[in-house]
């Protein structure tokens, strides 16, 4: 078992002018096989798991359902609303957060965004508008957001500070930022335990770790939100566990699906994947079996002044 913590139709964007409208304008979707995808840090969507893209699109959709509830009530205790939108998503994805927050937000205004367009367009239909852009370089007007979110996006990049600075431009006095990561030291607790998966699951994260990534990226949150100049830093924990939830709908983090990319480059041996596979069939089969998965929401606000008054140019760079 892993305990180691997803042809398009045309899209628009939203480019958030000063006094919070939205005016579209064409959002370039990548359609050349031959281009080289872009650089999401660790994150690599045809490689995390089983399936390539469709077996990631799978994964994140589960990922949303099973903590969605928990994740969107830290975010109201947080302080979101949907009066005092716009919110923008950062590393939106395939849009499962997006949809459920569209869902259950209908009066809040809602931007997706995410360095990927292949995946993006995936999006279309989340009640938002999409932009395809870096997290560090956006291309939305100064202190036009009431919301910036964040969510599993952080632990993908080398360095964090230039997204969080952007979300910091864009948002307004007072706006919120609002972003949910994991850390793995205490995100999976289980029981039973298998030490022997011990090495497996340290290859998992010396490989995230090796392209960019941090895992324990939890225990930094507040700090890396006050270094950036945001006040009011707040840290929230949610738990999700078998006792609510079928051990099944765990399988996206658990299961041996996470591991078959890192099979197929040569990372893990056969014998690995398949000890894997085996713990995880047992643990699914123990009717005691219990497992908890630990998250964290950390919330800042944006102070009067804005980092910086400078405005895009046109177009998505």
Sequence with gaps: MTTAPTPPPPATAAHLTDNGHDTARPVPIRKDPATPAPNAGSYNPAATTAGGMAGELARLEAQAALSFDEELSLLRELGLTASNGPLVE??????????????????????????????????????????VADAADLPLETASAGYVLLRYVLQHLSDPAPALAEARRILRPGGRILVTEVDASCWGLADPTYPELAGIHAKMAATQQAAGGDRTIGRRLTR???????????LRP???????????????HLGPGRLQPLLAAGVLSLREFALAADRWNR??????????LLG???AGTAPDAPADGRRPTEGIQ
């Design 238 to 252: 949610f738990a999700t566990t078998n006792d609510t939830r079928p051990t099944d709908d765990f399988a996206p």
């Design 296 to 298: 964290f929401t950390a």
């Design 224 to 234: 890396l939100l006050r270094d950036t100049g945001f006040t009011e830093v707040a």
């Design 283 to 292: 643990f699914r089969a123990d009717p005691n079996a219990w497992v908890m």
């Design 90 to 131: 950062v590393g939106a994805g395939s849009g499962a957060i997006t949809r459920r927050l569209s869902q259950a937000m209908p009066d809040l205004s809602l931007v997706a965004v995410d360095i990927d367009p292949d995946l993006l367009a995936h999006a279309e239909g989340a009640g938002a508008e999409l932009v």
